[in-house]
């Protein structure tokens, strides 16, 4: 087996030493989650957890932290946890986040627990049930199935309250959209004008070239990769499996909506891609820039799903997240005393947040890691590594051209 080297830059935590570029992955994201699902599956993490808040911060309940700290993190965990158990470290790794992980989720709908997540009062909840809605699709036989009934009852019960938030006509449709998506799958009832709706506008709002606008008027900003091209295609998706039939729309027109979706997202992988300079820098623009790797969900979502375009070859692609994990998490200054996220980019940089912003919305930097969910001997890991396209193009050697695309 074909395995990169890599070179992981000394922090407190982690002796100068060489791995491979899959054993550095999983070190980093067990560090993130680790802090995080160890104390709320004993319900200690509003105990424990160190809230920090943007200094513009908006005035809402702090509680929000948690739900976005929870729901981010397994949003992007969950197909790592998807992965069968083994006895090698990454498997004990792996199998003790998942243990604890189905107890946090209890914890997070327990009316009892310390840590029962803020469902109510605000409208923020919405978006984070979205993506622990997303962790269950992305992983139910590891993560819904196992929970005991009255768990999921009181998701089901939690997700269909949450009808009481009128999202804006922004990408919050597709937070929604996602709800009612899982409460489909789960066979509950569901609300199809929520993820009817958030289809047509999405549609709308395509500008072109891999591109949507965020409602009505173009942001040059990352929320395509976010929250938009994600959580687009993963609602198409479930409707697509299941032959749900909207109002206006055919089976077949479904299926083009998606086959257009996914040819959108590799083209908006192929520049995602090519924004990784030479040294694993990217361009920093729009809001939530704190958000970190969540940049790439797009790109590591056509990993893991097998879609990379033709341009893009495995080792390539992992090669250049793996750079950019690097130019982040070499500093100092990512992490608190407690081993949680810190407001920042690539340290603690706390003046950069924005007003909506706290450290649990940090976690929304493990959607790059969803590559984990393809087992080690997959190409994505055995592939020798690849400079990635400025890389190839900074040292004088051949590159693809670049061009648009019409659907």
Known sequence: MIFSISFVAQDKNVKDKYVDDRTYWTNLLYKIAAPVLS???????KKNMQVEVSPTWDGRNKDVTYMECFG???????????????NTAEGKQRKQLRE????SYAQAVDPDSPD??????????????????GSFLRAPEQLWEPLDDLTKERYIKEFQ?????????TNWLLFSAMIETFLMEAGAQYDMYRIHSAIRKIEEWYVGDGWYSDGEHFSFDYYNSYVIQPMYVQVLQVLVDRKILLRDKSLEDIQKNLDNAKKRMQRYGIILERFISPEGTFPLFGRSMTYRLGVFQP???????GLLPEELPDGQVRSALTATMKCIFSNEGNFNEGGFLQLGFAGHQPHLADW????????ITSEVFLPLGLPANHPFWTSPSQGWTAKKAWKGNSFPKDHAVKY
């Open 100 to 103: 604890w992980a189905l107890k």
């Open 161 to 169: 309250q949450l009808r009481r938030i009128d999202p804006p006509y």
């Open 39 to 45: 104390n709320m599956s004993k319900g200690e993490l």
């Open 356 to 363: 909506y912003t706290n450290n649990g919305s940090m976690y």
């Open 299 to 305: 790109l590591a979502l056509l990993s893991w799903k």
């Open 72 to 86: 981010r993190l397994m949003s992007g965990l969950a197909p790592w946890l998807s992965l069968p158990d083994d």
């Open 116 to 133: 029962y997540l803020l469902w109510g009062n605000e409208g923020q909840p919405l978006v984070d049930a979205a993506y622990i809605a």
